[in-house]
T-cell receptor, first 115, second 112 residues
Framework: DGGITQSPKYLFRKEGQNVTLSCEQN?????MYWYRQDPGQGLRLIYY???????QKGDIAEGYSVSREKKESFPLTVTSAQKNPTAFYLC??????????????FGDGTRLSIL | GQNIDQPTEMTATEGAIVQINCTYQ??????LFWYQQHAGEAPTFLSY????GLEEKGRFSSFLSRSKGYSYLLLKELQMKDSASYLC?????????????FGTGTRLKVLA
């Protein structure tokens, strides 16, 4: 079955440490996205990518970095510059045809906490 | 500015009908999506509207009025498993930018 796999499910970060969240999809989708979800807030876009080796900043990109070396993979690094990283991180993917009207498929999320 | 508003919480009874409203303000609006999210899980796609009117999918229907910046999700014959958050999301920007703005979600409790 096709889908999106995020790992790990839970992650703990120490002060000054960079951590990387994995996201892999086998849906053959061109577009991939990273969102952050905080209690009482909607999903906020961190980064998105429409094609291999290209990505765009979302609304809250500061303190995060991404890469898109393969179509299937879009890892997110939470750097030490992100001072409030505790959140639920969701990866999504979608097709690109028919303009902006393609539903997004989400992974199960990674819950990141500070030690 | 860009904004999506939906009620924070709603309660309904098993077997009833509930309507969850969503109002949006965003430049370059393309379409409106509804997702269901159970606590601690991934959102799953329910429906989307591009044109004005009603889209029906089994027990779920979604309505859009582009001129009013308004949408609703209608859930019929409520079941206990429908207790979840319902997220309203607008796709925005010129075709090809693929950006979506999400509301905070409406937490629906279905009571026996």
């Amino acid at each position: 079955d096709g889908g999106i796999t995020q790992s790990p499910k839970y992650l703990f970060r120490k002060e000054g440490q960079n951590v990387t969240l994995s996201c892999e999809q086998n849906l053959n989708h061109d577009a991939m996205y990273w969102y952050r979800q905080d209690p009482g807030q909607g999903l906020r876009l961190i980064y998105y990518s429409q094609i291999v080796n290209d990505f765009q900043k979302g609304d809250i990109a500061e303190g995060y970095s991404v890469s898109r070396e393969k179509k299937e993979s879009f890892p997110l690094t939470v750097t030490s510059a992100q001072k409030n990283p505790t959140a639920f991180y969701l990866c999504a993917s979608s097709r690109l045809d028919r303009g902006n009207n393609q539903p997004q498929h989400f992974g199960d999320g990674t819950r990141l906490s500070i030690l | 500015g860009q904004n999506i508003d939906q009620p924070t919480e709603m309660t309904a009874t098993e077997g009833a009908i509930v309507q969850i409203n969503c109002t949006y303000q965003t430049s370059g609006f393309n379409g409106l999506f509804w997702y269901q999210q159970h606590a601690g899980e991934a959102p799953t796609f329910l429906s989307y509207n591009v044109l004005d009117g009603l889209e029906e999918k089994g027990r779920f229907s979604s309505f859009l009025s582009r001129s009013k910046g308004y949408s609703y999700l209608l859930l019929k014959e409520l079941q206990m498993k429908d207790s979840a958050s319902y997220l309203c999301a607008a796709s925005r920007g010129p075709s090809g930018t693929y950006k979506y703005i999400f509301g905070t979600g409406t937490r629906l409790k279905v009571l026996a």
